[in-house]
């Protein structure tokens, strides 16, 4: 059975853990369809105060 003789160090540990996070793509912006402002998908826009085709959000 596989057991570890000696205990990693946080750095090692830490090191091999962050190789992980270098593989996630990058957070996808879209274009609102009511003003084309860039958003990140699932949330109003912060321009026209739009989601889903209907205003959310008062907005001056």
């Known amino acids: 059975m596989g057991v570890p003789k000696k205990r990693l160090s946080n750095s090692r540990r830490d090191r ?5 996070n270098k593989i996630r793509s990058a957070v996808q912006v ?12 699932h949330r109003a826009c912060k321009a026209c105060g739009h989601y889903a085709g209907r205003e959310v959000l008062a907005v001056d």
């Open 16 to 20: 091999r853990r962050a190789a992980n």
């Open 30 to 41: 879209i274009k609102c369809p009511k003003c084309k402002e860039p958003v990140l998908p």
